[in-house]
């Protein structure tokens, strides 16, 4: 079945220093990808529509230019988070529509990635 | 986005019991709607998914009612077992985005 990776799953960063993580599909390409947020006990938020080959669309009061989204290939989607804080400690966790699937609506989601920002 | 509410928030359920767990939704142009089961410090999973023109769907102990004239779903569990402990989220999605429900918390006691 359709697979989505994340990597890294967690990481801790300095206060101001940027952090990249990469949500891939394995095995379908993802022409649109989504990032969520998820902060503890509570559920997931979506921040951005990731769309191969344009910009990124932002959900309303998620800041563009400190959540980075770069969407290069069908396989890949990045977020970096610009100079971080430690309010931007969180679960993210992106996901993938294939397409080409039975299921066009169904969204297949990675694991998640952990972020402490010290 | 869209809010879907979700009840309730936590639910204790003894083995073998139903669980059930119910949304509600605004946007009528939800089209799909998916439930995601979600383990601490993993991203959610599929569950189990219904369409709007569909009233009941079941795969193996999970059931969805749909009731689209009253824009309420929900999520029955039978037989309810430990390993089912998790956190649940109904949602709603069309084009873009889901539209996750608040979520709830369910424990299985033996």
């Known amino acids: 079945g359709a697979v989505v990776s994340q990597h890294p799953s967690w990481v801790i960063c300095k206060s101001g220093t940027s952090v990249k993580i990469e949500c891939r599909s394995l095995?379908?390409?993802?022409?649109?990808m989504f990032w969520y947020r998820q902060f503890p006990k509570q559920s997931l938020m979506l921040m951005a529509t990731?769309?191969?080959?344009?910009?990124?669309?932002?959900e309303q009061g998620v800041e563009k230019d400190k959540f980075l989204i770069n969407h290069a290939s069908l396989t890949l989607s990045t977020l970096t988070v610009t100079s971080a804080h430690p309010e931007d400690s969180s679960f993210y966790i992106c996901?993938?529509?294939?397409?080409?699937?039975?299921?066009?609506?169904?969204?297949?989601f990675g694991p998640g990635t952990r972020l402490t920002v010290l | 986005q869209q809010q879907v509410k979700q009840s309730p928030q936590s639910l204790i359920v003894q083995k073998g019991g139903i669980s059930i767990i119910n949304c509600a939704y605004e946007?009528?142009?939800?089209?799909?709607f998916p439930w995601y089961q979600q383990f601490p410090g993993k991203g959610p999973a599929l569950l189990i998914a219904?369409?709007?023109?569909?009233s009941e769907k079941k795969e193996g102990r999970f059931t969805i009612s749909f009731n689209k004239s009253a824009k309420q779903f929900s999520l029955h569990i039978m037989d309810s077992q430990p390993g089912d402990s998790a956190t649940y989220f109904c949602?709603?999605?069309?084009?873009?985005?889901?539209?996750f429900g608040t979520g709830t918390k369910l424990q299985v006691i033996p």
């Open positions: 095995d379908f390409q993802a022409t649109t």
């Open positions: 949602a709603a999605t069309v084009a873009g985005g889901v539209t």
């Open positions: 990731s769309n191969e080959g344009s910009k990124a669309t932002y």
């Open positions: 946007n009528t142009a939800f089209d799909y």
């Open positions: 996901s993938a529509r294939d397409r080409s699937g039975p299921s066009y609506n169904e969204q297949f």
């Open positions: 219904i369409r709007p023109d569909v």
